[in-house]
Protein backbone atom coordinates (compact mmCIF):
# COMPACT_ATOMS: atom_id res chain seq x y z
CA UNK A 1 0.00 0.00 0.00
CA UNK A 2 0.71 3.69 -0.13
CA UNK A 3 -0.22 6.58 1.26
CA UNK A 4 -2.63 8.82 -1.20
CA UNK A 5 -2.75 12.58 -0.17
CA UNK A 6 -5.32 14.68 -1.93
CA UNK A 7 -6.32 18.58 -2.53
CA UNK A 8 -7.91 21.03 -4.62
CA UNK A 9 -11.45 20.44 -3.90
CA UNK A 10 -14.05 23.05 -2.85
CA UNK A 11 -16.85 24.55 -4.08
CA UNK A 12 -17.56 26.28 -7.99
CA UNK A 13 -20.39 27.44 -10.01
CA UNK A 14 -21.72 25.03 -13.08
CA UNK A 15 -19.53 25.89 -15.82
CA UNK A 16 -16.37 26.17 -13.49
CA UNK A 17 -13.31 24.52 -13.79
CA UNK A 18 -11.27 22.61 -10.41
CA UNK A 19 -7.82 20.57 -10.23
CA UNK A 20 -7.37 17.77 -7.67
CA UNK A 21 -3.74 16.80 -6.54
CA UNK A 22 -2.83 13.43 -5.22
CA UNK A 23 0.13 12.92 -3.81
CA UNK A 24 1.60 9.35 -3.83
CA UNK A 25 4.15 8.05 -1.63
CA UNK A 26 5.31 4.86 -3.24
CA UNK A 27 5.17 3.46 -6.30
CA UNK A 28 1.95 2.27 -8.12
CA UNK A 29 0.96 0.25 -11.03
CA UNK A 30 -1.92 2.45 -11.68
CA UNK A 31 -3.76 5.04 -10.10
CA UNK A 32 -7.22 6.83 -10.29
CA UNK A 33 -10.21 8.82 -9.44
CA UNK A 34 -13.34 7.56 -8.00
CA UNK A 35 -16.44 9.76 -6.68
CA UNK A 36 -19.27 8.73 -4.45
CA UNK A 37 -22.02 10.85 -4.05
CA UNK A 38 -24.78 10.50 -0.64
CA UNK A 39 -26.79 7.52 -1.32
CA UNK A 40 -24.90 6.09 -4.52
CA UNK A 41 -22.47 3.77 -4.90
CA UNK A 42 -18.58 4.48 -5.17
CA UNK A 43 -17.74 4.82 -8.98
CA UNK A 44 -14.94 4.98 -11.36
CA UNK A 45 -14.37 8.67 -12.56
CA UNK A 46 -10.87 8.48 -14.70
CA UNK A 47 -7.76 5.71 -14.20
CA UNK A 48 -4.46 6.03 -15.54
CA UNK A 49 -1.80 2.98 -16.21
CA UNK A 50 1.82 3.70 -16.13
CA UNK A 51 2.55 0.25 -18.02
CA UNK A 52 0.38 1.34 -21.57
CA UNK A 53 0.54 4.96 -20.59
CA UNK A 54 -3.34 4.38 -21.23
CA UNK A 55 -6.19 6.62 -19.71
CA UNK A 56 -9.75 5.48 -19.43
CA UNK A 57 -12.95 7.83 -18.37
CA UNK A 58 -16.36 7.42 -17.30
CA UNK A 59 -18.65 8.50 -20.29
CA UNK A 60 -20.21 10.92 -17.79
CA UNK A 61 -16.76 13.37 -17.81
CA UNK A 62 -15.35 12.21 -21.30
CA UNK A 63 -14.32 15.31 -22.91
CA UNK A 64 -14.41 17.65 -19.79
CA UNK A 65 -11.77 15.99 -17.39
CA UNK A 66 -8.60 15.19 -18.27
CA UNK A 67 -6.22 12.43 -15.89
CA UNK A 68 -2.82 13.15 -15.67
CA UNK A 69 0.43 11.84 -13.63
CA UNK A 70 3.70 13.41 -12.94
CA UNK A 71 5.90 10.71 -12.25
CA UNK A 72 8.75 12.67 -11.32
CA UNK A 73 6.73 14.54 -8.46
CA UNK A 74 4.86 11.15 -8.20
CA UNK A 75 1.46 13.57 -8.36
CA UNK A 76 -1.82 12.42 -9.78
CA UNK A 77 -3.77 15.03 -11.33
CA UNK A 78 -7.62 15.47 -12.20
CA UNK A 79 -8.51 18.76 -14.34
CA UNK A 80 -12.11 19.33 -14.14
CA UNK A 81 -13.65 21.50 -16.72
CA UNK A 82 -17.49 22.37 -17.90
CA UNK A 83 -18.70 21.43 -13.74
CA UNK A 84 -22.07 20.15 -13.72
CA UNK A 85 -24.07 19.69 -10.48
CA UNK A 86 -24.56 15.86 -11.01
CA UNK A 87 -20.40 16.29 -11.22
CA UNK A 88 -21.22 16.86 -6.59
CA UNK A 89 -19.18 14.38 -4.73
CA UNK A 90 -16.67 13.03 -2.37
CA UNK A 91 -13.19 12.45 -4.94
CA UNK A 92 -11.25 9.65 -3.77
CA UNK A 93 -7.77 9.25 -4.97
CA UNK A 94 -6.91 5.38 -5.61
CA UNK A 95 -4.15 3.27 -6.33
CA UNK A 96 -3.14 -0.53 -6.97
CA UNK A 97 0.43 -1.10 -5.95
CA UNK A 98 0.50 -4.79 -6.68
CA UNK A 99 -1.05 -4.99 -10.43
CA UNK A 100 -1.91 -3.26 -13.53
CA UNK A 101 -5.80 -2.94 -13.02
CA UNK A 102 -7.38 -0.19 -11.30
CA UNK A 103 -10.76 -1.44 -11.22
CA UNK A 104 -12.66 -1.22 -8.03
CA UNK A 105 -12.40 -3.93 -6.44
CA UNK A 106 -8.64 -3.98 -7.31
CA UNK A 107 -7.33 -1.12 -5.59
CA UNK A 108 -5.31 -1.44 -2.28
CA UNK A 109 -4.59 1.94 -1.53
CA UNK A 110 -7.68 4.84 -0.70
CA UNK A 111 -6.75 8.80 -0.63
CA UNK A 112 -9.13 10.52 2.47
CA UNK A 113 -11.62 12.39 -0.44
CA UNK A 114 -11.86 15.26 -1.29
CA UNK A 115 -15.35 17.01 -1.89
CA UNK A 116 -16.44 18.86 -4.75
CA UNK A 117 -19.49 21.05 -4.88
CA UNK A 118 -21.21 22.32 -8.31
CA UNK A 119 -23.61 24.77 -7.79
CA UNK A 120 -26.27 25.76 -10.64
Known amino acids: QVQLVESGGGSVQAGGSLTLSCAAS?????MGWFRQAPGKEREAVAR????????IYADSVKGRFTISKNNAKNTLYLQMNSLKPEDTAMYYC????????????????WGQGTQVTVSS
Open 94 to 109: AANTRANNCRLNEINS
Open 48 to 55: IYSALIST
Open 26 to 30: GSTAC
